[in-house]
């Protein structure tokens, strides 16, 4: 395989990743903003609105933004779930799509995480700007 | 009173950054002026005062005025009354004339009215000016030294003179010397000729005449005229031609130990987005042979000269491994990027383990491997000269390159991760409001890449509109108004050698004004929708799936199979139509006549420009560093099946 379908196909990868990290945000009624760090939240940059959904089936989204950020650390969807799990409210069927996520899904959601926070600002002004 | 302490008892020679001018960054020619003096065995210290400054009024009302139009200095008029004295009237008037804009300079510029909050930050600003250089009085140990080097870009100007001004008073036995972009040529033979206060000005580079100069001095001497360099009672009455190109290796390492010191280690400000400054070459490569038509940034000194490579590298090392700690973001401060570091320094700093942000400025008409390399060695953001997609503008400015291929430099960039900051210049003196729709038509499809700002172009001294305006029919060539509000002592002739920034009349097209607003308002639109626009590809080798999720969509998902694959990919860089169809002789001869069809059908998509018959796709690859915006992610779902 040469570098650049090499290269391609790891991109692929990665972009099947956040659809199926979309799609399952959706279920759980919170929008893919849960991966922005403080900073850049507080910048409300998306204003996605997740699917509508019953009360009882919309998850606490901190614990659910920590539960993530421990799978990513850890790369232990498992264990990332026993611990935060009752804190984010997750149900089984949430508890069941986490699950599916491997362990190369969860690098994958760790450089997408980095992507979404890594604008640069500009930290001068440039002289004809 | 504690700064008096803190400096360097020994300094003979005190380096003086007066606002108003960003805190973030130390100051270059500062910081260069003291290695050298170092070298010399001077003791010098630099004394940020716009820390100060900026300590007292605070960080957000200074970025609020950095806001404002440039050519209304509003900077420079917060210090003015400290100078020349009060006059109500006169204030009023500024206020008027320039921040309301009632001499309708910016007529187009957003932000030329001030609204009624920055007005009184401004006011504020203004109020604390007596104070505040009763502080810098204060805050040195003027008596111990010998030498005051006051260096003046941009807005510091008033500043540094009313400083200036206040010292030569209560410390006469002071030498006053001035250098800095402000006082190039005919601006520093003015400065010299209006304020006896002054006893030097650098009128271009200063490093080593500065350093013969305070040398002699302190040796009491008698300094050595240099023409670059005005010393009272020795000026020459011949206009002085400043600058002679220098050996740019002998340039010593910039010292911003004193910045560091100051800005973090002493200040309560936020140390965040602080950069370093460094400068690899002066002058222009293509302004020597294309001086473009609005660019005012070089006088005599177009010449173009660099550093070597490996002295390129070694200061970078040498600063990353000094300041690291306090920041990693490097603006170098070239007006353009030499082109031999595409061969010799960006490898290198790309095989370094420095993990550097750096900003350069850079012209657009590079291949896509040197934006892969600009990448690599971490030029994150830069500053390419792009300016328009008019091919009839570029070429009045005399840009040297096409709309399109500005267009594919775009692309390339959002491609590999590198942020372009751009302006979308207006205004020139022969435009047709043609000139910008046909432009505007694109902004749409062009809506994923990195926006612009607008800007209104001015006449800058030393730009060819400014040396040679008849040529470009302007006529009646004055300083902008703001000159009169702080100059107010000197006639026209003497405002007229001291302005920077100036203001013409030439024929403009007569709907002007209509076309200004839709042009703004596209900009804002385009900027707007950058947020959240993709349109992206991902190939498997059979088939290539283009993701749009632009306004300007026809279809959400395109497929293209065969000719139209190859067709697409192949348009990644401009390629005519002439082109084109030998190539595809070779690989799908039966497919030569359908080109055009197959074309207009991925223009009809607007998934390509065409311009000239030189095609461009418009699709980013998602091979390299570009990742879509999470808007998209769940609509390209269906192209995969997630467990």
Redo the contacts between chains.
């Keep these: 395989m040469s570098n650049q379908n090499k290269s391609q196909s790891s991109r692929m990868r990665m972009l099947a990743t956040a659809a199926k990290l979309s799609s399952v945000l959706a279920v759980m009624g919170v929008s893919n903003s849960i991966l922005l760090n403080e900073a850049n939240a507080s910048e409300e940059k998306d204003e996605i609105k997740p699917l509508e959904m019953k009360k009882e089936d919309k998850v606490d989204e901190a614990g659910l933004k920590k539960l993530l950020n421990h799978a990513i650390e850890s790369g232990d969807m498992k264990a990332a779930i026993e611990k935060y799990g009752k804190e984010a409210k997750l149900n089984d069927k949430h508890k069941e799509l986490l699950r599916s996520f491997t362990k190369d899904e969860l690098k994958d959601v760790e450089q997408i995480r980095d992507y979404l926070n890594g604008e640069k600002e500009i930290p001068f002004r440039t002289r004809r700007g | 009173m504690k700064d008096k302490q803190e400096l360097n008892l020994s300094s003979k020679v005190v380096l003086v950054n007066m606002p108003i001018v960003?805190s973030?960054?130390p100051s270059l020619g500062l910081s260069v002026l003291k290695s050298e003096l170092d070298a010399r065995g001077i003791g010098c210290s630099v004394r940020y005062f716009n820390i100060d400054y900026a300590e007292r009024v605070g960080l957000d009302i200074l970025l609020d005025l950095?806001q404002l139009p440039t050519a209304q200095l509003v900077g420079d008029w917060i210090f003015s009354e400290n100078l020349w004295g009060k006059d109500s009237s006169r204030d009023q008037e500024y206020i008027e004339q320039v921040l309301k804009d009632r001499a309708n300079e910016h007529p187009h510029h957003d932000n030329r009215c001030v609204s009624d909050d920055v007005l009184s930050g401004i006011w504020y600003c203004r109020s604390v000016v007596d104070e505040f250089i009763d502080h810098c009085v204060d805050a040195v140990d003027w008596s111990q030294v010998k030498v005051v080097g006051f260096t003046s870009m941009f807005q510091q100007h008033m500043a540094s003179l009313a400083l200036a001004r206040r010292l030569k008073a209560d410390f006469p036995h002071l030498i006053i010397a001035f250098g800095g972009a402000n006082c190039a040529s005919d601006m520093g033979r003015v400065l010299m000729e209006k304020f006896d206060f002054v006893d030097a000005v650098c009128l271009g580079m200063g490093e080593h005449v500065f350093g013969d100069f305070v040398t002699a001095l302190l040796s009491n001497k008698t300094p050595y005229n240099d023409k670059n360099f005005l010393i009272r009672g020795s000026i020459p009455s011949l206009p002085q031609i400043a600058v002679k190109p220098e050996n740019m290796n002998n340039i010593p390492f910039p010292n911003f130990d004193d910045f560091f010191e100051q800005r973090v280690d002493q200040s309560s400000l936020s140390d965040e987005?602080?950069?370093m400054m460094v400068e690899t070459s002066r002058g222009c490569w293509w302004g020597q042979k294309h001086h473009c038509t609005f660019c005012g940034?070089n006088n005599e000194t177009m010449n173009y000269r660099f550093k070597s490579a490996e002295r390129a590298m070694e200061e970078f090392v040498y600063l990353t491994k000094k300041y690291g700690d306090y920041?990693k973001?490097i603006?170098v401060?070239d007006n353009i990027i030499p082109m031999d570091y595409l061969r010799t320094f960006l490898p290198k700093l790309r095989d370094s383990s420095l993990s550097l942000?750096i900003?350069y400025?850079t012209k657009a008409n590079l291949r896509k491997e040197h934006l892969k390399l600009y990448r690599d060695a971490g030029l994150?953001?830069i500053?390419p000269g792009i300016e328009s997609f008019s091919n009839r503008l570029l070429k009045m400015m005399k840009k040297g390159i096409t709309g399109l291929q500005n267009v594919q430099f775009l692309k390339w960039c959002r491609e590999f991760g590198v942020?372009p900051?751009w302006?979308y210049l207006a205004g020139f003196p022969g435009e047709v409001a043609n000139d910008h729709y046909q432009q505007l038509e694109w902004f749409p499809l062009l809506s994923h890449f990195t926006p612009p700002?607008v800007s209104w172009i001015r006449i800058d001294r030393f730009s060819p509109y400014h040396s040679n305006p008849s040529q470009y029919g302007i006529k009646s060539l004055r300083p902008f108004s703001a000159f009169k509000f702080l100059y107010p002592e000197f006639t026209d002739e003497e405002r007229a050698r001291v302005a920077y920034y100036f203001i013409g009349d030439y024929e403009v097209a007569h709907d002007m004004f209509s076309y200004s607003e839709k042009v703004n308002r596209a900009v804002h639109q385009w900027q707007d929708a950058f947020?959240y626009s993709a349109l992206f590809y991902?190939?498997?080798?059979d088939t290539l799936t283009i993701v749009d999720d632009r306004d300007c969509a026809v279809k959400e998902q395109i497929k293209l199979t065969g000719v139209d694959r190859w067709l697409y990919l192949e348009c990644d860089q401009i390629r005519s139509i002439s082109k084109l169809k030998s190539k595809v002789l070779e690989r799908y001869p039966e497919a030569v006549n359908s080109i055009e069809e197959r074309l207009q059908r991925l223009l009809d998509l607007k998934v390509m420009l065409v311009d000239d018959d030189k095609y461009l796709s418009l699709a980013v690859?998602?091979?390299?560093e570009y990742?879509?915006p999470?808007?998209t992610?769940?609509k390209?779902?269906s192209?995969?099946s997630?467990?």
């Design positions: 960003t973030q960054t950095e987005h602080l950069s940034l920041t973001t603006a401060v942000d900003f400025e994150n953001i500053q942020r900051v302006n700002d947020e991902f190939d498997d080798e690859s998602i091979e390299h990742f879509p999470q808007h992610w769940d390209v779902a192209n995969f997630p467990a």
